[in-house]
């Protein structure tokens, strides 16, 4: 019973993580129907431009992080102008494979400038001193970490909810025709969504961090995202949140108690388990939008 | 002189090879492929490179790249786990192989599991399209991978399993196909089948209801159409081929390991058939060409910048990486039909030149 607690709550951390960078990839489904394959890719700049600036330039943490934000933003906007917008109308098989392709890019340009020598954030941001709550026991790193990605998620949802260009970003993603004619810019709205599901990443990218360390392996967050927004529905982005916490939460039970029978690593996969089984009989997810087909 | 193509009869039109001179060109082709190997060994030692043997990889490659042009190209469905079907393909053979089956069994044996395989997880394709599809495969792809590397007991783990070399001793003749040159032949030989399948699929009442699926499919269902049927077989069909792909690559390498049959090699096949043209025969072609040779072409430079930067071998799987990806990039950014609609236009081109109107 302890150790199920244990799992659940270390589950939640990762989870919430999970989230935040779920958020960021049903943003962009939501907005500009692109399957993003790269962001798993965006997690992983996010953290090695942070740690560059944090332990390779010495900068303090606080200034680090905003500079990782505005890189973020930067390299959302320019990756969405290059590469994406020409992608618009292009059969489904085009735009998929331009994000594996971009993937691929960007994942081997972190290879070649930071190795795969796995790196950590020195000095380290947050401490790792344990803290007991009854019988669980979190480090205080993942108190940080839990904390800010509900921060994030909080800013994000509340950002969509009441300013002018998150409504605007609401008006797109249902029609981008009526939007356009209601005087929103739809190219602005696509630069933004990918700036802000870079940025999520980003964030997501120092939080998992500071807790693991950093190395190209970081990059498989983005894979497990998928387990996340199919279970939350693609087009759901309160559904991502949901998805992402669930999937932390069962990846970590189902590794802990399968592993014994099934051989290590099941914690890689049994999201992917989870994914087969949701879309065989629940495609659509939970808050997805059915597709109904007319003739 | 004609200045197009003009058919009066409707089996003309039909016809796999359309005209006489296509019918030259390709007996040409046929006899240069048959006798390639005689004059490799010269060109190797000007080029510095073992063409046979990319060769053989271009014809393994023919044979899977045409799966998934079936599937992706003709019927529309994507698939993200076509890396993992072939690995299938590979430990069926290896393992069959190592109980003793000759070649010529194993082989199929090998495609028809691929198939099994590729049809249980195309069985989504009822209900999703497109982005859900994908999805379903790339999580296939790494259930499969896990278990490629885990199932230890069946699949030797990370530690790969030896295969035999393909020999005819069952039939009585003592020939193993153990070197570059023998097999060659050999992969050649399916190369040819696989292409020609393709070729002659295209012109059947199956080959026309994948089209339709692919580009109506409300309006296929309509006209009666089996979109179950036809995207289930769609799937049997592709991975099977891509399961040979896997027999051959277990009985050339003789060698298999789970880290080739990757995500990574899923999303080579896909950009096989990007570059090389979605729903033409020739984009596998082009496509299985242009990948094998690419990385070979970069060896090269890399290994004549190592004198003055000896670091770049270091990077180089990273580098060759990244040119891949932008390759991909640059051609759906700019030639989104492939090299195959390339060819066509530079061949009509030339056909009409110097009146090109």
Known sequence: ?295 | MPCGLFFSRYEKDDAIFQTTWLKVWMALLFVFLLTFPLYADQANGLLGLNLTNMMNLIFIYIVGAHGLNLLTGYTGQISLGHGAFMGVGAYTAGILANLGWPFYLALPAAGLMAAAVGMVFGLPSLRLRGLYLAIATMAAQFILDYAMRNWEGLTGGSAGLIVPSADLQGLGIDFTFDSDRSFYYLALVFAVLATLYLKNLTRTRTGRAFVAVRDRYLAAEVIGVNLFKYRIMSFGISSFMVGIAGGLWAFYITIISDEHFTMWLSVQYLAMIIVGGLGHVLGGIFGAIFFVVLPELLRLPAEALTDIYPSIFGIFASLREMVFGLIVILFLVFEPDGLAARWHTVRAYWKLWPFSY
């Open chain 1, 1 to 295: 019973m302890e150790q199920f607690v244990q799992l659940i709550v270390t589950g939640l951390v990762i989870g919430s993580v999970y989230a935040l960078v779920a958020m960021g990839f049903a943003l962009i489904y939501k907005s500009t129907s692109i399957l993003n394959f790269a962001q798993g890719e965006f997690v992983l700049v996010g953290a090695y431009v942070c740690l560059w600036f944090y332990s390779g330039l010495g900068l303090p943490i606080v200034l680090a992080f905003l500079l990782t934000m505005c890189f973020s933003v930067l390299m959302g906007v320019v990756l969405e102008r290059l590469i994406l917008r020409p992608m618009i109308g292009e059969p489904i098989i085009s735009v998929i494979m331009i994000t594996i392709a971009l993937a691929t890019v960007i994942k081997s340009l972190v290879t070649i400038i930071w190795g795969t020598q796995i790196m950590v954030f020195d000095p380290p941001i947050f401490s790792q001193k344990a803290l007991h709550f009854g019988f669980v026991r979190v480090s205080e790193v993942y108190l940080w970490t839990i904390g800010f990605a509900f921060l994030f998620l909080g800013v994000f949802a509340a950002f969509f909810k009441f300013t002018r260009v998150g409504i605007s970003m609401r008006a797109v993603a249902n029609n981008q025709v009526v939007a356009q004619s209601m005087g929103i810019s739809v190219k602005k709205v696509f630069a933004i969504s990918w700036s802000i599901g870079a940025l999520v990443s980003a964030v997501g990218g120092i939080l998992v961090g500071n807790i693991n360390g950093i190395n190209s392996a970081l990059a498989g967050f983005g894979l497990k995202v998928f387990p996340a927004v199919i279970l939350g529905g693609l087009e759901s982005i309160g559904g991502a949140i949901i998805g992402g916490l669930t999937i932390g939460v069962l990846e970590n039970i189902m590794g802990s108690y399968l592993d014994v029978y099934l051989g290590g690593g099941v914690k890689e996969i049994s999201p992917f388990i989870v994914l087969i089984i949701i879309l065989m009989v629940k495609p659509y997810g939970l808050f997805g939008i059915k597709e109904i087909e007319r003739v």
